[in-house]
């Protein structure tokens, strides 16, 4: 019988096992590569760089004097873009949904004047978020936002005029000690219209809390002035009602007495007549 001596393997073949070799090899050295991508680093700069991307839909138009205004209205962002140039003097990032303002959210912009946060969704301001602003910011619009309480600690060294309408503000003790220590322009703590209070059925409701205050200790829910001045005009006309019942009384009895003296009188001439 003939023997066949064994083939030797053709070049094919020994291609596709080089080429599943090395595909192994760019796969091993890869993987950490991989894994990496996942890191807390790694996520925390794709968070950074999400939110830089932000400052590319807003829209910039240079002064005059080389100063910034910068349009974010109406772009549905939820917090306040990083990486705005400290040239800016005019932000507007209304009619966003930005529900809370961290601390040092406006550090860096130094020049800030103007600020327009009206028509988002803010109802948590953590004290610290105007930080760098109280040399230069002068116009604030926190409108149309779900604000309840002012906390003077927010605001301080803050001397601005604040648009402050159309939040529910919560009448109560601690809003009434927080308002003497706002040091916001007068007329924007007029526009703090009461939307809830806590004193019940009293009409608070729709009142501002400057006059709310004028006429209530909400920390003791009494009444200031109204009730003393009631209860002087109630102690004024009882003074006066019981005097005219005693001037009344005293001049019935001088007339009962002439009346008396009159009867005797005529009683002494009935018998000198008969």
Same mark, same amino acid.
């Given at each position: 019988?003939?023997?066949?001596?064994?083939?030797?393997?053709?070049?094919?073949?020994?291609?596709?096992?080089?080429?599943?070799?090395?595909?192994?090899?760019?796969?091993?050295?890869?993987?950490?590569?991989?894994?990496?991508?996942?890191?807390?680093?790694?996520?925390?700069?794709?968070?950074?760089?999400?939110?830089?991307?932000?400052?590319?839909?807003?829209?910039?138009?240079?002064?005059?004097?080389?100063?910034?205004?910068?349009?974010?209205?109406?772009?549905?962002?939820?917090?306040?873009?990083?990486?705005?140039?400290?040239?800016?003097?005019?932000?507007?990032?209304?009619?966003?949904?930005?529900?809370?303002?961290?601390?040092?959210?406006?550090?860096?912009?130094?020049? *800030?004047?103007? @600020? $327009? !946060? %009206?028509? =988002? &969704? +803010? #109802?948590? /301001?953590?004290?610290?978020?105007?930080?760098?602003?109280?040399?230069? *910011?002068?116009? @604030? $619009? !926190? %409108?149309? =936002? &779900? +604000? #309840?309480? /002012?906390?003077?600690?927010?605001?301080?060294?803050?001397?601005?005029?604040?648009?402050?309408?159309?939040?529910?503000?919560?009448?109560?003790?601690?809003?009434?000690?927080?308002?003497?220590?706002?040091?916001?322009?007068?007329?924007?703590?007029?526009?703090?219209?009461?939307?809830?209070?806590?004193?019940?059925?009293?009409?608070?409701?729709?009142?501002?809390?400057?006059?709310?205050?004028?006429?209530?200790?909400?920390?003791?829910?009494?009444?200031?002035?109204?009730?003393?001045?009631?209860?002087?005009?109630?102690?004024?006309?009882?003074?006066?009602?019981?005097?005219?019942?005693?001037?009344?009384?005293?001049?019935?009895?001088?007339?009962?007495?002439?009346?008396?003296?009159?009867?005797?009188?005529?009683?002494?001439?009935?018998?000198?007549?008969?």
């Amino acid at each position: 019988m003939m023997s066949h001596s064994e083939s030797p393997p053709s070049s094919s073949v020994v291609d596709v096992s080089s080429q599943w070799r090395l595909l192994l090899l760019l796969l091993i050295l890869l993987l950490p590569g991989l894994v990496m991508t996942s890191s807390p680093r790694s996520v925390a700069l794709w968070h950074r760089s999400n939110k830089l991307s932000n400052i590319n839909v807003c829209h910039w138009s240079k002064m005059a004097d080389g100063t910034l205004t910068v349009r974010c209205n109406g772009f549905r962002l939820t917090e306040v873009p990083v990486g705005l140039t400290n040239r800016t003097t005019r932000l507007f990032l209304n009619k966003n949904l930005i529900s809370s303002l961290p601390a040092d959210s406006f550090s860096d912009l130094f020049l *800030l004047n103007e @600020l $327009d !946060l %009206s028509h =988002n &969704q +803010l #109802s948590f /301001l953590e004290v610290g978020c105007f930080n760098g602003l109280a040399s230069s *910011l002068r116009f @604030l $619009d !926190l %409108s149309s =936002n &779900q +604000l #309840s309480l /002012l906390d003077p600690a927010v605001f301080d060294g803050l001397q601005v005029i604040a648009t402050l309408t159309q939040n529910p503000w919560h009448c109560d003790c601690r809003m009434q000690l927080s308002m003497p220590r706002l040091d916001l322009d007068s007329a924007s703590l007029a526009e703090v219209i009461c939307q809830t209070s806590d004193l019940p059925n009293l009409g608070a409701v729709g009142l501002p809390m400057l006059l709310l205050m004028e006429d209530w200790d909400l920390c003791r829910s009494v009444r200031r002035t109204h009730d003393f001045l009631a209860l002087v005009t109630m102690f004024l006309w009882f003074f006066m009602l019981i005097s005219y019942l005693i001037y009344y009384i005293r001049e019935n009895e001088a007339v009962a007495h002439q009346h008396l003296e009159y009867l005797k009188f005529l009683e002494i001439l009935h018998p000198a007549c008969n």
